[in-house]
């Protein structure tokens, strides 16, 4: 018999954020579209702006450095449980990683 509990079948949130760790080192690009949803998503007056201007800061650095890049694509990488209030207002919205899942 098959659990019917969501709970259950939760997706490994760690696989996920180091599946769009891997396409960013490819596709750095795609970091543009992140900046995007950022913009719009200021421009809408989020109640709490906090992580739009983490995000930015993270975004703008990476952009700027290749030491900052290395950096940001090992953050997103790493289970560090302790990021998960930022990494749920993800940015990466639009950006197609496929789900190996």
Sequence with gaps: MPIEDP???????VARWQRIAAHLAI????????LENLDRWEKLG???PRPIREWRALIQAACQ????????LAWLAAPNHDAE???????FVGIHVPDTA
């Design 7 to 13: 709970h259950f079948h939760k997706r490994d949130h």
């Design 27 to 34: 596709h750095p690009e795609d970091f543009e579209i992140a």
């Design 46 to 48: 989020r109640v709490h």
């Design 65 to 72: 450095s290749p030491e900052a890049m290395r950096e940001l």
């Design 85 to 91: 209030p930022l990494k749920s207002c993800s940015p």
